[in-house]
T-cell receptor, first 115, second 111 residues
Framework: GAVVSQHPSRVICKSGTSVKIECRSLDFQATTMFWYRQFPKKSLMLMATSNEGSKATYEQGVEKDKFLINHASLTLSTLTVTSAHPEDSSFYIC???????????FGSGTQLSVL | ELKVEQNPLFLSMQEGKNYTIYCNYSTTSDRLYWYRQDPGKSLESLFVLLSNGAVKQEGRLMASLDTKARLSTLHITAAVHDLSATYFCAATPSNTGKLIFGQGTTLQVKP
């Protein structure tokens, strides 16, 4: 079945650095991918919709200059957290719909900890 | 704007008991999803409900959808400890793959 691969699974970084998270569709093409954020013991909040070959669409309240999304190919979307601060520490998960398939496939998630 | 609400948010139950988690959504949704999440892990897909009256079952879990009431339920039959996890429902404002999640229900099954 369709698989979404997400890397890294865990990142610990210093405040002020940038972190890149990758989301790949392994056996299908994903023209669209979604990025979610989850705080501890909270629900998932949609951050943005990543569109292959065009600009991402950000949800209200999400800083697009802070969370840079690039979807340069049909199998790869990246989320870069720029100048990370402790409040950016969170669990980030990507997902991708597959045409003709009911389920939505999620990556394994990335736990970001900013010191 | 689509909003999704689950209740209860926390559920502690004995093994062998039955219980139901409720998921209400505020506007029309093409489909309704149920996911399981274990601590520190991503989401595991449980069910996708596509139409009014849809009922799906897998093991001790059964999900149903009433689009007129904008309500989905996840019923747990004879709970076992392995079912302890957080369960999320999610709706989609249109058939885009974009999901709006409920708050999650943390289920704790005690021996």
């Amino acid at each position: 079945g369709a698989v979404v691969s997400q890397h890294p699974s865990r990142v610990i970084c210093k405040s002020g650095t940038s972190v890149k998270i990758e989301c790949r569709s392994l056996d299908f093409q994903a023209t669209t991918m979604f990025w979610y954020r989850q705080f501890p013991k909270k629900s998932l909040m949609l951050m943005a919709t990543s569109n292959e070959g065009s600009k991402a669409t950000y949800e209200q309240g999400v800083e697009k200059d802070k969370f840079l999304i690039n979807h340069a190919s049909l199998t790869l979307s990246t989320l870069t957290v720029t100048s990370a601060h402790p409040e950016d520490s969170s669990f980030y998960i990507c997902s991708a719909p597959v045409t003709g398939v009911e389920k939505l496939f999620f990556g394994s998630g990335t736990q970001l900890s900013v010191l | 704007e689509l909003k999704v609400e689950q209740n209860p948010l926390f559920l502690s139950m004995q093994e062998g008991k039955n219980y139901t988690i409720y998921c209400n959504y505020s506007t029309t949704s093409d489909r309704l999803y149920w996911y399981r999440q274990d601590p520190g892990k991503s989401l595991e897909s449980l069910f996708v409900l596509l139409s009014n009256g849809a009922v799906k079952q897998e093991g001790r879990l059964m999900a149903s959808l009433d689009t007129k009431a904008r309500l989905s339920t996840l019923h747990i039959t004879a709970a076992v400890h392995d079912l302890s996890a957080t369960y999320f429902c999610a709706a989609t404002p249109s058939n885009t793959g974009k999901l709006i999640f409920g708050q999650g229900t943390t289920l704790q099954v005690k021996p």
